[in-house]
Structure formats: structure tokens, C-alpha cells
């Protein structure tokens, strides 16, 4: 796998032991973007006056008022940064990664993303980092000599080098500009405690936190196998390494969670009830599942329209990714012509979906497990980053799609009866026995 090839390069030229002007462990913050861009294709993002309006049009005027009036003057000794993006049983947002956690907390404030025109189940304050970051001017710059190290290894080990100088620039200020925020926001706000999710990528936040003594925990997110360099590291960088900025403690939804992955620090598999849950009682109606993201809407939705004009009778439901929801009116645009492929956000829950599903089709996800899980068949189409799954691709109920003759014999094939814990039930006793001691590392 390529990673394999990455982790040697790591090695071989001492990146963990670069350093920035400003004292941080500069590789390990530029590490996942440049693995990105051999790995990833390139994706758009919306530019800095489209982003105004959409956080206005999300937020709203008034809604911001409030939100500043909160981020002023409340506080609570624990703060958690959720992504609310899951409905309830009375249509509000919550975060399911981090709900058996909050039940367990007793006073405490929840940060959130921006979500347009959404209740959620708790009071929550705006989280104004990425408002911050594209309208701050503040532009830090990685020194030319550890910028040509990089360039040069990565030639020498890949061929080419597909990043910049300015965009190691560019990934470190993010990064800067994310430690400036928080470094402000927790002084202001003053938590004895920090959760979080975000996918491994919130390295500007867990510095901050560290700066000023604050113990920091992460949750888990979605999936993550060796080749996701945001968890993955190589051998020998150990736990709580100095080399690495890594939160305090990673708890996870179950024992299975990092068993074959290098993580620089404690992980404790607490498990998840809404994970681990397999009851739903909906009756299967013929139809395809597709769970797209921003990385692999392109292949998915070509894959879903040629199945749909060779198989015009059956319909598919093409389940966007949160961080896909301001592109909607593009997939619109791309399905009109085609009546049997619905596009949806979040209106229905995913267990009723993978239930209702002859079949769910992805290339990489955490849908992947929950399917399974619920004793459901899957289709991994053999594109992008498909093969950190490989880990899955003997089961009974996966199949291996190249194209529309796979997922028509994969539809047509039936379902094994068969059921295997991905994810274990929370357990409360040993989540508060590791919750209640410091776990700071200093």
C-alpha cells in the first residue's frame, strides 16, 4: 500500500524531528494534507464571499447576535466540540458520537458547526473558527529549508512532489491560525475539560489546549484504518510522543477500534450504544443505497446513473455527505433526468435506510460497518480509497463492484444471514473510571 511507502520516507529523512520557528512539530501537522494529495482527488471548495453569504443564510442575523452574546460571557467546565448531523425521534440534531458521553457530564457547553435553519436537542453556541480563519489576514510561513527537505524526499520517494511551497504555507497558517482561535477561546471560556470529534484533524485546537493546561480528549468520529494518516503513524513514534500533537486520550466505540493502527496515545474503547444498536423493524423495499462523500460523489454518481438507465425499475436513494450539503443543487442538477435516484441529506435515519436497502454502495465509510453490523450486504466500488476496507472484503454479505454488472449480481445475490460486532454497547463504569482521573500529558 502506498502508506507503507509514506511511513518509510518519514523515517528515512527524520521528518518527525523538524521543527517550526514558532517551536511546533511542523511535519506532523503538514503530514495528512500532503498524503492527501497523492491519495485523494483534488475537491473544490466555495470561495471566501460565497462562504459569507452561506454562514449568514445558515446562521442567521439573529442567531449570530446570540451566538456572539454566548461566546462572551457563557462557560461551563466542560466544552464539547460536536457535529450535531443526526436526527431524533422529534427532528432534532444531535451528534450520536458523542451522546453517550454528554449523558454522563453534568454541566457543560456545546460547540457546533453551522447548520442551516436546524433545532438541535441541545442549547448550543456556534463554533466561529472557520469564520475566523478565512477572514483572518495572518499569514505564517514554514522556513525554505525544511519546505526543500520535503519537496526533495517527496520527488525522490514518489516521483514528484504534488505539493508547494505555498501551500505548505498555507496548511501550516491554517493550522496557526486555528491554534490563534482556540488559544483566545479557551482563555476566555476557561474548561477544566475538552471533547471533541473531527476526524483527526483538529491539531490547531489540541495545541492550543495544551498551551494553557487544559486536558483534551478526543471521540471517534467515523472509521479510520492505517492508511488514515490523521490517526496512523509509523512504529516508532510512540504514545504521548513529543514529535506528535495528539490529544490526551482517544476514546473509542468498541475493542476492534485501532487494534492494527500506530496511535500516539492512550485509546480507550468505550463503545457506542447508537452504533452498536442492530434493531430496526423496516421491511426491505428493493431499493439501493448509495452513501457518497465530497471525495467520492464523482465515481458514485456515475456509477448510479449508468445502473439506473440499464435498470430503470429500480430505485436508489444517493445519501449525501454533510460536507456535501452546500453543493445539493448540483446533484439536483445532475439527477433531474433521472426520477428513481433521490437525493437525500439526513431527512431519514441511516439504520432505516440500510434496513430498507437490498444492497448499500460506497467506496469508503463507517456505513460500511454499521451495514454490516445490521446484517446488511455491501458493494465497495473499487475506486479511490477503497482498499483500507481490505480488512472486510472476505466477509459474506461485502462484494467488489467494477462496474454495473458487479452490483447487478451483487442486488441479485442473496443475503447471508449473518451479524458481526463492529461496535460494542458504551459502558458507563469504564468510561467513568478513566473520566474522572487527569490524563493530562505534560
Given at each position: ?101 454528554i449523558r454522563q457530564t453534568d454541566r457543560y457547553l456545546i460547540v457546533e458547526r453551522f447548520r442551516a435553519l436546524k433545532k438541535y436537542r441541545y442549547p ?115 504514545k504521548r510522543d513529543k514529535a506528535v500533537i495528539f490529544p490526551d486520550v482517544f476514546y473509542t466505540m468498541g475493542a476492534l477500534w485501532g487494534a492494527d ?166 459502558d458507563v463504569e469504564k468510561f467513568k473510571s478513566y473520566a474522572k482521573s487527569p490524563h493530562y500529558r505534560a
Open positions: 500500500m502506498f502508506v507503507d511507502g509514506f511511513f518509510e520516507m518519514e523515517k528515512k529523512h527524520s521528518f518527525f524531528d523538524l521543527k517550526s520557528e514558532e517551536g511546533f512539530p511542523v511535519w506532523d501537522i503538514l503530514r495528512f494534507s500532503i498524503y492527501q494529495k497523492y491519495t485523494f482527488p483534488t475537491v473544490s471548495h466555495i470561495g471566501r464571499n460565497k462562504l459569507l453569504l452561506s454562514f449568514i443564510y445558515s446562521v442567521g442575523l439573529l442567531r449570530i447576535f446570540f451566538s456572539l452574546f454566548s461566546f462572551c460571557f457563557k462557560k461551563a467546565p466542560v466544552i464539547f466540540f460536536t457535529y450535531g448531523r443526526n436526527i431524533d425521534e422529534n427532528g432534532k440534531l444531535f451528534d450520536k458520537c458523542c451522546e453517550n458521553i448550543i453556541e456556534y463554533n466561529f473558527v472557520q469564520f475566523y480563519k478565512n477572514f483572518s489576514r495572518e499569514k505564517v510561513k514554514i522556513s525554505d529549508e525544511i519546505a526543500n527537505k520535503i519537496i526533495e524526499a517527496l520527488i525522490e520517494s514518489f516521483g514528484e512532489s504534488k505539493v508547494t511551497k505555498d501551500e505548505l504555507d498555507r496548511i501550516y497558517t491554517d493550522f496557526i491560525k486555528g491554534y490563534t482561535y482556540y488559544r483566545f477561546f479557551f482563555r476566555l471560556k476557561r474548561p477544566e475539560k475538552v471533547y471533541f470529534i473531527g476526524n483527526g484533524l483538529q491539531k490547531g485546537m489540541v495545541a492550543a489546549a495544551h498551551s494553557l493546561g487544559i486536558q483534551i480528549e478526543e471521540i471517534q468520529h467515523g472509521m479510520f484504518e492505517r492508511d488514515h494518516l490523521a490517526y496512523s503513524y509509523p512504529s516508532f513514534i510512540q493502527v500506530n496511535i500516539p496515545t492512550p485509546i480507550i474503547p468505550v463503545g457506542n450504544d447508537y452504533f452498536a444498536n442492530t434493531s430496526c423493524d423496516e421491511t426491505p423495499d428493493g431499493s439501493i443505497l448509495f452513501i457518497s462523500s465530497i471525495i467520492h460523489e464523482a465515481d458514485l454518481s456515475a456509477l448510479a446513473i449508468d445502473f439506473v438507465q440499464k435498470n430503470p425499475s429500480i430505485s436508489i436513494n444517493f445519501k449525501l455527505h454533510p460536507n456535501e450539503f452546500r453543493d445539493e443543487k448540483k446533484y439536483i442538477k445532475r439527477f433531474a433526468a433521472y426520477p428513481n435516484i433521490h437525493l437525500l441529506r439526513n431527512e431519514i435515519t441511516l439504520p432505516v435506510l440500510i434496513a430498507k436497502a437490498t444492497i448499500v454502495v460506497l467506496i469508503n465509510s463507517t456505513v460500511l460497518y454499521e451495514t454490516l453490523n445490521q446484517g446488511g450486504k455491501v458493494a465497495i466500488y473499487k475506486k479511490v480509497n477503497y482498499e483500507s476496507q481490505v480488512g472486510c472484503f472476505n466477509h459474506p454479505n461485502v462484494y467488489l463492484l467494477d462496474g454495473i454488472d458487479d452490483l447487478e449480481k451483487a442486488y441479485d445475490a442473496p443475503k447471508k444471514d449473518i451479524k458481526e460486532a463492529f461496535f460494542d454497547k458504551f
